[in-house]
């Protein structure tokens, strides 16, 4: 961690400002993580499902080791959430086209529907949340998350 603060402090980044944020980030991601499997419990579903949910209504159809890939999570973690999700008829597996090794990950109509149901859910409580929060405070967010965005895209191999 000092060789990030070290190099962070280099690019006009107050060193205590960092390790402020660090901490903040520490404590945020377990809560925010939290929060956000509360409210979707509601809804049967888990943030991991949503995003595969997520990915395949913006995506179509895809393999697993893209599905893997694009969300970031070692193939073991997406081939237990699929068949999760397999098993309750929210996606089924269908063979490649020109791949017979490859599997294509497709939502059925039950799936899409749970999406809808499940994306308005995630979108309703973070609006809350977020909602609850001054303005400015809002604004100043929008903009740390796109420039961390920004940031993470540059030094991504993605």
Known sequence: MSIEIESVASCDADPSDVRQLVAVFDRFIPLFSRYMHEALSEADTSPARLRILRNLNANGPS?????????????????????????????????????RRTRVIEMTEAGKLAYARTESVFEKTLADLLGSLPKDVRWGLLEGQRRLVEKLSERSKL
């Open 63 to 99: 393999a697993m080791q893209s599905l893997a890939e694009g969300l970031c999570v070692a193939p073991r973690t997406i081939t237990s959430l699929v068949d999760g999700l397999e098993e309750e008829g929210l996606v089924v597996r269908k063979p490649h086209p020109t791949d």
